[in-house]
């Protein structure tokens, strides 16, 4: 059998692994816990660094085509397998996605066409730059230009003063600083393009973050208005099609107060706003990562469900004083349309994203009837 090979032992990972078994492929998953939750149902393990050059040429060996699940993937060992076999996406892609400045430059050249800009935006590397950004950029938010995620790496900043204290405070690394920005709602966008250069877009997600962390995300028919939707899709094949990506990006956007479309970054990888994908549409987002990996055709995606997606963090596993607590699972799955995914994680811990769950219906009223009752069960705030 074919090996389709991936770096990162991560729940899209795990997610991943589902889709290329239920194809036929073996698999093999490269990360340093055999007991993640990819680790522990793939077919073979590599146990190792993901910067470990030994590691890597067994993958290479071993995978017919390597892909990734996770964001900090050094772009150099993306680079490094790529000598010996198809690596989707290319190292060079997920370099400017894991880069806020060269991220919101490639932004900032799609926007000429497509009309979508990033937030107005300035790069802070020194003191001088500091005192260069212009008054109409706060109040903002500074973001460190790498490793940042769930919110991690951000200080909302009202004052020059501020600014400089977090950005002093963040060991005066590379940041961005934003405008902060009057949001209507957020949404983003997941594309599929082959390596012939296919792309299909799926349906614009609708998305509620608590805590810098996605809570909720819901797809279907008015989540968003149309013409808005129609702009984030095809502003986010633009931006695929001018990194020449190959593989799953999702763009992120928000809608401001005003209604005007603003893009906000991008995630090289199936994203945690298109699990609902697995349940509501005829092929998933994993799937479409595995056929762009493995070359096989792209037809366009259909919906055929409306979809709400909850996230379940840590946090469900505990009650307010802090103990353990058993979550009521089957009345939860009494619920007509419930899909229950969880990632195997072995220990639960606030803020981490232990699985999720969707609901699929005929219309947007019963899925959120059934995912607000879901809700009201698991201690998750309404929406
Ligand atoms: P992710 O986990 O999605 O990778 P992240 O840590 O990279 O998140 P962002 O997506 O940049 O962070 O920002 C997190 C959230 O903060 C956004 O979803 C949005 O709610 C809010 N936010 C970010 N930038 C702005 C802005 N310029 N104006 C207003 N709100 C913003
Ligand atoms: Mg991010
Ligand atoms: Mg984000």
Known sequence: PVMLGVLGG??????????????????VVLDPDRHSPAGRISHHFIEADYRDADALRELAARAAAITTEFENVPAEAL??????RPVAPAAGAVAIAQDRIREKAHFARCAERSGVAPAPYAVIESEADLADVPADLLPGILKTARLGYDGKGQARVATRGELAAAWRGMGGVACVLEQLLPLALECSVIVARGRDGQVVA???????????????????????????A???????????????Y????????????????????MAPRPHNSGHYTVDACDASQFDLQVRTLAGLPLPQPRQHSAAIMLNLLGDLW???????????????????????????????????????LTFTGPDAASVRERALAAAALLGIEAF
């Not at 729940?11 to 692994?17: A, N």
């Not at 990006?249 to 970054?265: A, I, K, M, P, S």
């Not at 009521?328 to 419930?338: C, E, R």
Request: hydrophobic share 45%.
């Open 318 to 356: 505990f009650d307010a004083a802090g103990a353990p607590r058993t979550v009521p699972w089957p009345d939860v799955l009494a619920l007509p349309g419930a899909h229950l995914h969880l990632y195997g994680k072995t220990e639960a811990r606030r803020g981490r994203k232990m699985g999720h």
């Open 10 to 27: 991560g729940q899209l990972g795990r997610m991943f692994v589902h889709a290329a078994q239920a194809l036929g492929y073996e698999t």
């Open 230 to 244: 129609s702009q984030a899709q095809a502003a986010t094949v633009d931006i695929a099609n001018q990194l020449g």
């Open 79 to 84: 680079a490094e397998l790529a000598r010996a």
């Open 246 to 265: 190959v593989g799953v990006l999702c763009v992120e956007y928000f809608v401001l107060q005003d209604g005007r479309l603003v893009v906000n970054e």
């Open 202 to 228: 799926l349906p614009v997600q609708r998305n509620l973050h608590r805590g810098g962390i996605l809570s909720v995300t819901e797809v279907y028919e008015g989540n968003v208005p149309r013409a808005l």
